[in-house]
Each structure stands twice: as C-alpha cells, then as structure tokens.
C-alpha cells in the first residue's frame, strides 16, 4: 500500500509536470510565431529597403549622364562672345581728313572713299538725294523718275538721316538725249561741277557719293564725261577707257522698261479650264535652235549715206572689212549650222545708236526678241572705237539676248560689262577677242549641248537677278558698293508665327513601339533644346563667298541665316582642335548599336531638327501622331501648323511629349504654309510631315542621319517619279513602284529652313499661286525648287514607299481627281522653270550594318533598318 501510495504521489508529480510542459509549449508555441512574424516583417522591410536603394541607385545612374550631357552641352555653347568692333575710325567728325587729291580721274576706293562713314555693323545705310531740285542742271526723264520712286521706296538700305549715311546717291539723269548720232552734251560740265559742289553732304570734296545716270534710250549721252566729280563714284551705262576707274566706278545696265519685265507672268485666262500662259515656253530645250548664230544691224556708213549723203564718215578699219567677208562666209557655210546674220535692216527700220561706230538696231524690240528666241547664240559686236567699254545699244543687245536665250557671243574683249566686279560672265556668255571672228564657227560648234543649257541658264538667272526690272537694277548697283565694302547684306525675313497658346495633358500609357528608340536600345539621353548657330558666316559672304553668292541662286541681295553649303571641317578637327559641338561616335572609336545611338557622329556637329506638321481638321489623328513621339532624340521642336479657317478650341488639350508643341493659326488657308519660313523654326533641319503619316522613331532618325550628310537635298521616304507621256507629249506624275524616282513627298521628307526661305521669296509667285488654285502640288514644286538649285535628285531612305497610317479615314491625296491634278501641276511648273528640273536617282540608302550578317556579339545599327 505504501508503494500504492509512492505511486499515486508519482503520478500527481507527473500531471504536474505534463501541465508545466503544456504551458512552457503554448509559450514556445506563442513565441515561435512572434518571431516568425517578425522576420516576415523584417523581410518586407529588407525588400522595400532593396527596392529603394535600386530606385536610388538609377536616379545616381540618371542624374550621373545628365551631368554628363549638360557637360557637353556646356563645351559646346562655351564660345568666345563676339561684340560688335567699334566704328572704324570712330568719328563722329564729318570731316575725316583723306589725302587731298585733285586728280579725280585717279581715284580709288582706298584713296577716295571714307571708309569711317561704312563699318561693317553699319548695315550700309544710303541717302538719296531728292530728284529734279530747282538749282540742278538735269531734267531727268519722267521714266527714270518713276523707276526711282518705285525701286527706292521698297529697298530696305534707304534711309532718310543723311548724318549716319554710308553712301549718297545723287541720280543725275537720265535726261532727255537731244537727237542724232555723237550729240555735244547740253550741259556744260563747269555748270554741273559747281552744282555737285553745292550739294548739301557733299563736304567739299563729294566722298561716299555715288553719281548714277541711268539709260533707258539708245542714244543716250556721256554727260558726267570731263566733269571734275571729286571724290564721287560714277555709275552709268556709257563709259569711255579714259573716263572709267577700275575698281571705283560701276558699269550699269540699261535701266528696262516695266512692260517687258514680267518673265514670271501668269495669265488665268479662265479659271475653269486653268489655262495658263507664260511668256517663256521652250527656253532651255532643245539646247540648238534654228539658227545656230544670229545677228542683226546695219553698219551706220550705209544708213547715214541713205538718209543724208553725208560723206564726213569715220573711214572703215580693217576688223570691219574682215568681219564682213566673215559674215559672208558664215552665211553660206553648212558645215558649222545655220547662221543668220543680216547686216542691213529691213525697210529702214533702224534704231539709232549713241555712236557713230556702233552697229545700229533693227526693228522692234518683239522683232528682234522672236529672232533671238530662235538663235543659240547672239552675236554682239561692240562699238568699233575701242574706247567705248559699254554703251546703252550694247546693253540692249545683251540684255535681249539673255531674255531670250540666246547664248550673247561678244566680239571684242577690250569691253567691261556691267557689274563684272562680282559676276562671272564667262559662265553665261561667250567673250572672245575680235581677231578670233575666223575662229568663231568652228569654236560655237564645238560646245556640248549640256553646257549650252546651263551657259543658258546661268543667263536667264543673271537676267532675272540684275537686269529684268529697274527695281532689280537699282538694288543690284546698291549691291555691288555694299559687297565691295565688305557690308553684308540684311537678313532674310522669317515670318512671324501667329503663335495659339494652348495647355497639355500627360501622356500616362505610353506604348512602346518597336523601332522606338526605347525600345531598341534602352532610354535614351534627354536633351535640352539646342538651337543651330545662325548668321556665323556675315563676313564671309561678302569676303570669300563673294563671287559665289553673286553668281548663284538666290543671288547676293539676302543674307541667310545659314545655308546647306557649309564647308566641312576635316575630321581630325573634331580631335585635335575645333572639337566643339562635335559627338563623334563612342568619342571617335567607333561602335554599333547602343553606342552608335548616343551620338551622332559623322562630318558637322551635333544638332536637332523641327517637325513641322500641317494638320486640316483632324485631331484625333494629330494627337496620336503627336502622342507617337515621346522619346524621339534630337527632336528640337514640334510646330503645328492648323490649316483651317477656324483656330483650336480652347478646349482642346495637347500630349506632353517633352519637347515643346507649338500651334501657329497662319493668315491663309494654303498649302504653301508647310514651306513658310517660321521664325519658331530655329534648326537648320526641317522634318516636314502630314499629320496622318505614320513613320517609326527608328526611321526618323536613319533620315535625319542621312540629311546630315545631303544637307542640300530633300531626304525622306516616299518616292515618285515624272514619267514621260508618248502620247501627249508631256509630262505625268507617277507614283508606281519603279526602280528610278525623282521626287521625294515632303509629306515625309526632311529639308534645310533655306529652302522655305526659297520657296517663299525666290521662287516665281507664280507656282506658288498654281498649288493654291489646285489646293495640291506644294511638294512637287518643293522638289522642283530644290533640284533646280542644285542639279541633283531627292534622296530617298529606308524602303518604305508610302507613309499613311494604316486606319486612319482615306486621306484627300487618294482621290482620282486629286492625282490628275498633279500631273497638270507638273506640266505647268516645267513651263513656268522653263525646263524640267528634276533629276532621276536610281539609289535607295539604308544603314550601314542593315542585311549584313554579324558576330552574335555585335549589334547592328538599327534593327529593323
Ligand atoms: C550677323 O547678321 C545678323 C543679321 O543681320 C545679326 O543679327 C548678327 O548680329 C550678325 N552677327 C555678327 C557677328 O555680326
Ligand atoms: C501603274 O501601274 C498599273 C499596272 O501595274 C497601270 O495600270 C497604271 O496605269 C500605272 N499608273 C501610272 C500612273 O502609270
């Protein structure tokens, strides 16, 4: 019993003891799960943790190539800061001394011109004196008077402080010719030289003065010749070897009627079957015409023996006799072309020159223009006395020759044509000594018909630059004083953008399309807006470029504040030296790929371009395009140019895609908006595009690529064609696939802002008026334009053949009518051009890497393209 007892003890001690352990469990139990919910708690923490260090770690990654870019962004604009150099020789005293000089006839610029009144940063302001003042000697004609009013009051160098005046005109004729041949001046020159003196800025000795006496007659006379004009510069059509001071004065044209100026006429005879009229059909091609050599005159001996039998004539010289047997034997040679050459007028219709060794005119002006339009080339013969350097009846002669095509042939060499400090007429006429008049068959038949053509062209574009109109005339003279001061021209207008302000939404889902530059390769660097550097090359367009801007399109009267023709640096430069601006790729190792698309590399700097996009009532479609472009590198600026009467609503709200959007509500609705040079435009590269065209990122940026290095050329996507039509014997506009393009749509093309300065100021108003009354064309004359100015084709890039976006509501340009339109369009510009300025291309470019096989290690430029 007593061990019954221990037991049950023992058993009591064991209960106490299970109870113990069941409490000592549910505490362990109940701290287990403590723990565990605290390492859970501390898991999530450790993860958030993680998760910020790797946002923080990007945001270093971010912050670290920001600094990077801003670092060379700050390289790049960290140039000297030019000021504008003092005036000359800082003067406000009138009087700067120069060393007297009492001989005029030997003054030059350097001894005679008081540079102080002209510095560089003048902008050349010139004073002309008020015509036909009561103490002055000279009636100048009514014409000529007309002619200045109207060229003066819209020329932008006019200014009416003579105290700040650089040059003062004084126009001193032209006065009515009193008739015959060799008349004595009616004015005598003491009488003009003490009214030259009392002019009211002519400070004694008539410096910064230019004297013009324009020509409009034939007859027209030498007055200013053995006049003590001080200091004064002449200007004027007559000029004897004796009189004229190289370097100093200025040989003018004729001053042209303004009837025959209009070489860009258009004529809607009537608006529904647009007919259109133009006065120069057939001017370029074919390159021979009927007759290969034209001339004609009469020697003055015989008319003057007609009309009074005078006999007191200047004997002929020898040239004359050869000339003539020449002439016969021109005539009736086969060999060399038809030559038509007449020395003697029909029915006594003879126009009477200034000079008694001067081959008179015949006819009427149209007689002799429907002549010269059937001759290749127009033979010039100047005046036998070889001191005559150029007189009115010459200028007439060349003047209609180059109107009309006809390549001049100048017989003599002892001349000096008008404005030939800057022009290079070689390259528009032939000039050959008159001992070559032997020669001169075998010579004329011996140049290409390519270089006929553009010896033509270059004629028409000097025709039309200097001597079509007296506006062009007067500005052209202005021109020639201003480049030899080395003053350069004022800047070419931009037109104004009639801004819309308008707020923005943000773009939450942004889908990542392939091609994308994020999607290829990654984020790409964000950019601050960066400007292309304007006007760096004033100085140079009056110094090195002077010729150039003289005989090239648009001419020297503009200075632009930059052109495709920028001279590349060599490419050790970006190296060792003038590296600013520049990102060569992988810092000029090379590279494919990710480090191929962080720079831009190639031969000039870094830049950006402009999207101009024309949108017509289509929001839905515009805001998805704009949408489209969030994250497109180097896009500088998006412009928006609404093409509808009615502006935005207020209401309507446009993506943020972090460049700036701009809207301009133009004046007009017309499609020559998407070419008008907007001064919110301020990158050389235009990227213009329709608002329904759907290009990739990737595409893009392989055309801005490409432009870059054809900056002169329209780059872009689609390609067309001008085919020839058998049947009509004209032009027509293709858009089949075909294996030769000559057009490039700028519904999607990229193209230099000079040439929308070109569009709409240099190019005849006359196209422009043609794609408004069609409401269709702008891009084919824009690829007109362009070829015209440059001789080459568009360029066309990647193999993409049309651009609409596919679901987007059938666009206006798929119509049947809208196509039929364009081949009108191109039949009326090639008229208007005179010839067919488009050039066929047979090259499509793709990048570099694109359909080559690579290391899988390597990436290629672009995946797609
Ligand atoms: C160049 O010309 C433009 C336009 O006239 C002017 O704004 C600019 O200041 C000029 N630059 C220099 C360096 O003279
Ligand atoms: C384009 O090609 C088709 C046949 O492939 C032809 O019928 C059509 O006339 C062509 N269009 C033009 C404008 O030449």
Request: glycine share 4%; aromatic share 10%; charged share 20%.
């Amino acid at each position: 019993p007593l061990s019954r007892l221990t037991d049950l003890k023992h058993i009591d001690e064991l209960k106490r003891i299970k109870r113990s352990i069941s409490t000592e469990l549910r505490e362990l139990e109940s701290r287990r799960n403590h723990i565990q919910d605290d390492i859970s708690l501390q898991q999530g923490r450790y993860i958030a943790l993680e998760q910020s260090v790797k946002k923080a770690e990007g945001e270093v990654q971010f912050l670290k190539s920001r600094i990077q870019q801003l670092k060379t962004e700050q390289k790049e604009v960290e140039k000297p800061k030019l000021a504008a150099p003092a005036r000359l020789l800082a003067s406000e005293d009138l009087n700067v001394d120069l060393t007297p000089t009492s001989l005029h006839y030997k003054c030059q610029m350097h001894s005679c011109f008081d540079y102080s009144r002209c510095s560089l940063t003048s902008q050349f302001p010139v004073y002309v004196y008020p015509l036909n003042t009561d103490n002055s000697p000279f009636d100048v004609t009514s014409f000529v008077q007309e002619a200045i009013r109207i060229s003066f009051s819209t020329n932008r160098y006019i200014t009416n402080d003579p105290s700040t005046a650089c040059l003062y005109v004084v126009v001193v004729g032209e006065v009515e010719a009193s008739a015959g041949v060799d008349s004595k001046p009616v004015i005598s020159p003491d009488a003009i030289s003490s009214w030259l003196r009392s002019l009211a800025y002519w400070r004694g000795d008539g410096r910064n003065h230019l004297l013009v006496y324009f020509s409009h007659q034939t007859t027209t006379q030498n007055p200013l010749k053995g006049v003590d004009t001080g200091r004064a510069i002449v200007g004027q059509t007559n000029f004897e070897a004796s009189q004229f001071r190289m370097g100093f004065d200025a040989v003018l044209p004729n001053l042209p009627s303004f009837k025959t100026s209009k070489l860009m006429k258009v004529t809607f005879i009537n608006a529904i079957d647009k007919i259109i009229i133009f006065l120069f059909e057939n001017y370029y091609v074919p390159a021979l015409r009927d007759y290969a050599l034209s001339f004609q005159g009469q020697w003055p001996s015989n008319y003057h023996a007609e009309a009074d039998g005078d006999a007191a004539l200047p004997p002929d010289s020898e040239f004359h006799q050869i000339l003539l047997e020449n002439m016969n034997l021109m005539r009736e040679s086969v060999i060399h072309g038809n030559f038509m050459l007449q020395v003697q007028c029909q029915e006594e219709r003879i126009v009477t020159p200034g000079f008694s060794s001067e081959w008179s005119l015949c006819g009427s002006e149209g007689d002799r223009l429907a002549v010269l339009s059937r001759s290749t080339f127009a033979l010039i013969l100047p005046a036998e006395d070889r001191n005559l350097l150029f007189t009115p009846l010459f200028s007439t002669r060349l003047i209609e020759a180059l109107q009309s095509g006809a390549i001049p042939v100048l017989l003599g060499t002892h001349t000096r044509l008008p404005f030939s400090e800057f022009i290079s007429w070689e390259k528009a006429a032939i000039i050959l000594p008159q001992a070559r008049v032997t020669e001169l068959p075998f010579l004329l038949s011996n140049i290409p018909h390519a270089e006929i053509i553009s010896m033509r062209r270059q004629g028409r574009f000097l025709y039309d630059t200097y001597l079509s109109t007296p506006p062009q005339v007067v500005e052209s003279t202005l021109a020639l004083l201003r480049t030899r001061l080395q003053i350069p021209a004022l800047p070419v207008e931009d037109v104004p953008s009639n801004v819309i302000p308008h707020r923005s939404y943000p773009v939450v889902e942004h889908v990542v399309s392939p091609g994308d530059a994020q999607s290829e390769f990654g984020i790409p660097p964000i950019e601050e807006s960066t400007s292309s550097p304007q006007f760096t090359r004033n100085y140079t367009s009056v110094t090195l470029d002077s010729r150039d801007t003289w005989n090239n399109i648009p001419g020297p009267f503009n200075l632009y504040p930059f052109t495709p023709k920028d001279r590349l640096l060599p490419s050790d430069a970006q190296f060792i030296g003038s590296s600013n601006g520049f990102r060569p790729i992988g810092g000029g190792e090379g590279g494919t790929g990710k480090v191929y698309q962080e720079s831009l590399g190639g031969n000039s700097p870094w830049e950006q371009f402009t999207m101009v996009m024309l949108t017509y009532k289509r929001e839905e479609v515009l805001l998805q395009a704009v949408e489209r472009l969030i994250g497109l590198p180097h896009l500088n600026k998006i412009i928006v140019v609404w093409n509808s009467p009615e502006p935005p609503g207020a209401e309507l709200r446009w993506p943020d895609v972090g460049v700036k959007v701009v809207v301009i509500h133009p004046e007009k609705n017309s499609l020559n908006n998407r070419f008008l040079p907007w001064s919110e435009i301020n990158t050389e590269a235009v990227l213009s595009i329709d608002d329904d065209a759907h290009l990739r990122h990737d595409e893009i940026l392989f055309g801005f690529r490409v432009w870059r290095e054809s900056r002169h050329r329209v780059v872009g996507f689609p390609g067309r064609f001008h085919a020839w039509d058998p049947r009509h014997g004209g032009w027509s506009y293709n858009s089949n696939h075909t294996c030769e393009l000559s057009m490039v749509l700028t519904g999607a093309a990229f193209l230099h802002k000079y040439y929308l300065y070109l569009y709409s100021n240099w190019m005849p108003p006359a196209v422009r008026a043609i794609v408004d009354q069609h409401m269709n064309c702008e891009d084919i004359a824009m690829n007109f334009l362009v070829s015209h100015v440059t001789r080459q084709s568009p360029v066309k890039v990647t193999s993409r053949w049309t651009f609409r976006c596919p679901g987007c509501p059938v666009a206006l340009s798929q119509s049947q009518e809208h196509f039929d339109e364009r081949h009108l369009c191109i039949n009326a510009f090639v008229k208007i051009f005179g010839y067919m300025p488009l050039v066929y291309t047979q090259l499509r470019v793709d990048s570099i890497l694109f359909k080559t096989r690579l290391p899988h290690d390597k990436q290629k430029c672009f995946k797609f393209i």
